[in-house]
């Protein structure tokens, strides 16, 4: 009796062979998304491999359209006898394989091609990623799930086909980089091979001669848990069409409880979408460094004491030959206004400065300055002549800087580069009204500089840029830009950003009068305290409300 019951079992299977076609129709598909997960995973051969992952072969010029392609070429991923969770989603439930598989797949993503190679192309569309394979040779392996009863086993056999995960829009700059287990499964055959099959307490063995199908897991368009083509077991073949929550793909599909297995990924955009756009975060964060080149052109110019604001005596010695000795001895406030005059700034990562942590800040490129720099204050016969009385006694305006490969650096103690914007050509102006601190030896007097400030109409125009994050490169055209910003903080401002910038003919507005958007996203009170509390005759930081 115990060698009849495998046999008539077998036998009721054969007597329904278009049950068995649609369950192995299914769980094949089961075994392609299986495959894919290792595969992608897997770091001795697989796509997280070293050999494989920093070997991209890029189609596609900087900035433009284009692919990135990775080969995985026999691969052989054993996972031995005994099944090994492979995957567990947000509903805990998991997935788990046995035996071994060797593959020889591509892994395609369509998007902007950025020249790092770490992150070659940056995906613009929900269906930017494509897994090809060209050959899946199984050996004993085996699929299950611990939300169903159902799992087969192939004993051998062989697999080609397509797979597209669908991609969500990412909560950091909207690009379509999260995959969801939403998926396309296309052009999948298999045949001739040997399986197992488990339905419940049951288990037979079926030979499937030929096996040709396309489904969708979960949601992709117009289509919902669908799988169509067609599966011959036993000489037998059977048309496969079914979709839908209740007789599709997977039988226990439930589209809530499906949702929820992935949806609070915390890389996920809020609220989760396929509508993926990387340009409004990138062009808000040209922005940003559109108003921080600018600051750091006028701390070189404000530093230099050749043609810049840093030949402070010599305007002090203008005024006293105009016949200001009575007005220094009553101690009556002076005007001085310094002028640099198309004064030639930077070179080979030319030093800037040096703030109270550690941060180094260069320019990489030549810049030619002109504009003036105010200053209202007592005068003073020592190594600081000029005494403003209050915080906001300084103007500095920018009337032209006309950049050539100018590219601020700020090189972060850890030896990481922050993200820059190389300016390629074009000129950058702008108004800047610095905040300035109370001097330790003499209370009352404000001529410390500090990295404080508000700045107004922020120009940069004509202007071909390269928005650098890391060893990737956005290049873009900007046309214009009016910006309004505040470094740091002092009272009731403190790091906001506002104003218009033109990219490539399109205006974007950035934050609004009312609500602007962060200058620095990632500004920190105490840590930005930190950065220049150290200055040599510094008082104290100043005052935030």
């Not at 073949?237 to 839908?244: F, K, L, P, S, Y």
């Not at 609220?271 to 993926?276: D, F, I, Q």
């Not at 016949?323 to 001085?336: F, H, K, N, S």
């Not at 700034?345 to 941060?359: A, E, K, R």
Request: proline content about 6%; hydrophobic content about 40%; charged content about 20%.
């Amino acid at each position: 009796m115990s060698l009849l019951l495998p046999l008539l079992l077998t036998g009721c299977a054969r007597m329904v062979p278009g049950q068995v076609a649609d369950g192995v129709a299914r769980l094949a598909i089961r075994h392609v998304g299986a495959g894919m997960v290792l595969v992608n995973d897997d770091d001795v051969c697989g796509f997280a491999s070293p050999d494989v992952a920093a070997h991209p072969v890029v189609d596609g010029a900087i900035g433009e359209v284009g692919t990135a392609t990775w080969t995985v070429t026999g691969c052989t991923l054993d996972l031995g006898p005994s099944p090994v969770v492979i995957d567990e989603d947000r509903n805990g439930d998991t997935t788990s394989a046995s035996g071994a598989v060797t593959v020889t797949v591509r892994k395609i993503v369509t998007g902007q091609v950025t020249g790092d190679p770490d992150t070659p192309v940056v995906p613009l569309s929900r269906d930017a990623a494509r897994f090809v394979v060209d050959r899946a040779a199984f050996r004993d392996f085996s699929v299950s799930k611990s939300s169903s009863d159902n799992a087969l086993r192939l004993y051998d056999g062989e697999l080609r086909g397509g797979f597209s995960p669908l991609l969500a829009a990412d909560a950091e700059v909207g690009a379509c980089s999260v995959s969801t287990p939403n998926a396309t499964f296309t052009d999948i055959t298999l045949g001739p091979a040997r399986a197992e099959v488990t339905s419940g307490k049951r288990q037979f063995d079926v030979d499937i001669a030929d096996l040709r199908l396309d489904a969708t897991n979960g949601v992709v368009g117009d289509e919902v848990n669908a799988v169509r083509g067609e599966v011959t077991v036993w000489h037998h073949t059977e048309a496969i069409d079914r979709a839908g929550e209740r007789d599709g793909l997977d039988p226990d599909y439930d589209p809530d409880r499906f949702f929820d297995s992935y949806a609070c990924d915390d890389a996920l955009a809020r609220p989760v979408t396929y509508a993926c756009d990387p340009e409004p975060a990138l062009v808000e964060n040209v922005a940003r460094l559109v108003v921080k080149d600018l600051g750091l052109v006028i701390k070189t110019v404000d530093l230099d004491e050749t043609c810049g604001f840093g030949n402070f005596d010599a305007a002090i010695a203008d005024l006293l030959n105009l016949g200001t000795a009575i007005d220094l001895l009553l101690g009556t406030p002076q005007t001085v206004v310094l002028e640099a005059d198309a004064c030639r700034l930077g070179g080979d990562l030319f030093p800037i400065y040096s703030d109270c942590v550690g941060t180094d800040y260069f320019l990489d490129g030549t810049v030619a300055v002109t504009g003036t720099k105010t200053v209202t204050g007592k005068l003073a016969l020592d190594a600081d002549p000029l005494r403003p009385q209050d915080r906001q006694s300084a103007l500095v305006v920018i009337d032209r800087a006309d950049v050539s490969e100018l590219t601020p650096y700020e090189l972060q103690p850890d030896g990481t580069v922050a993200p820059s914007l190389t300016l390629h050509g074009g000129v950058i102006g702008g108004t800047y009204h610095p905040v300035t601190g109370e001097a330790a030896d003499a209370p009352g007097d404000y001529f410390i500089v500090i990295p404080v400030g508000e700045f107004e109409h922020v120009r940069l125009f004509d202007a071909d840029v390269t928005l650098n994050n890391g060893a990737m490169g956005f290049p873009m055209h900007l046309d214009d830009s009016d910006l309004y910003a505040f470094t740091g903080a002092y009272l009731d401002d403190a790091n906001w950003l506002y104003g218009t910038i033109t990219v490539d003919g399109r205006v974007w507005e950035i934050g609004a009068g009312s609500a602007p958007v962060a200058l620095d996203p990632d500004y920190d009170q105490a840590a930005f305290d930190l950065s220049y509390e150290c200055i040599d005759n510094l008082a104290g930081v100043v005052p935030v409300n």
